[in-house]
């Protein structure tokens, strides 16, 4: 199995920064990509960026500018950089990461963090 672990998310004030950041550890053969999913209530979770390996970074248009993912090869680490918060972007925040496993290295599968709470709110 893969396990992530998430940590970075609170409350924070319309303007300010965050960084979430989530390890991935576990039997892994190789992590094709990492990223970051958002949920609001009632709302479809959305991707909000993503960094495969090798490849370029991705994002959702309404985080352009203020958000900036990067991946720590070494650790098997996902960040993301959350700048200039609105009231917009209060959400969980859920890593994602696509892996395969020792075991089964021709098979890769999606695996999710526990999510983590961002509010922004003055």
């Known amino acids: 199995q893969v396990q992530l672990v998430e940590s970075g998310g609170g409350l924070v004030q319309p303007g300010g920064s965050l960084r979430l950041s989530c390890a991935a550890s576990g039997s892994i053969f190789s992590i094709n990509a990492m990223g970051w999913y958002r949920q609001s209530p009632g709302k479809q979770r959305e991707l909000v960026a993503t960094i495969p390996s090798g490849g370029s970074t991705k994002y959702a248009d309404s985080v352009k500018g203020r958000f900036t993912i990067s991946r720590d090869y070494a650790k098997n680490t996902v960040y993301l950089q959350i700048d200039t918060l609105t009231p917009e972007d209060t959400a969980v925040y859920y890593c994602?990461?696509?892996?395969?496993?020792?075991?089964?290295?021709?098979?890769?599968?999606?695996?999710w963090g526990q999510g983590t709470q961002v509010t922004v709110s003055s």
């Open positions: 994602n990461v696509v892996a395969t496993m020792i075991s089964r290295p021709a098979t890769p599968r999606d695996y």
